[in-house]
């Protein structure tokens, strides 16, 4: 992203937190927040304010829900994933998030929202879902599927992204990271493979296999593959 220039920034939030004791909830969060963009001459470019209200459970489970008003004043038209058109115009929407995370102390835990519907002049439903396994301290691991479909005027598409990373930690000093990406827009595969063993204190062998490629219709064109090797030595006087 590109720094705005020549524009006012005014940010504000408040936020109550009440606590529960001899109850099954912990605490419960409300809280507001603000921001406005002005240019110079203190017309609004874009303007951003959000309600929201949380409540965490005694075992660490919480649920949300947050409304969000925004007004984006659009100078120059510009595309949306899938070449979507957005014209010149202000527009002003609301969404609605609805949100469940449940507790990271548990070997398998959920992060899951949808945000819906108002966009620009259209519609758009967001989802995120995010799956991590740890069933011991050898391995970890996340799986996260985000949608959105996505429903202007001058244009519709819908958007899949998949993720999948993880860890095997063999012993404190040697590991073995992937992480692997793949969306339907682009049709486009990466994964990464590190591999790193601190065979004595400050010193390490660092493996990093990398490998991206093309998903067309179902079949495989593999694209560029690298690999990097690298050895830190320390050296002490």
Known sequence: FTNRTGIRLYEGSFRRVDRYQGSWVRQTLVSTSHTIVTRLDNEVESRESSLLAELEATGNDTFTVQLTNIFEGIPEAFSLPGSILVPVASYNWTTATVRFRSSARRPLSVDASVTCCAFFDGTNVQGNLSLNYRPNSYFSGEFAYKPSFIDLPLGSTNIHLFTLEGAFNFTPDMSLAFQAQYDNLSQGFGSLWRYRWEYS?????????????????????????????RLVRTFQY
Not at 201 to 208: D, F, K, R, S, V
Not at 218 to 224: G, M, P
């Open 201 to 229: 204190p400050g010193n390490e062998l660092l493996i990093a296999y990398g490998q991206s490629a093309d998903i067309p219709h179902s079949r495989i064109r593999l694209q560029t593959s690298q690999l990097t090797l």
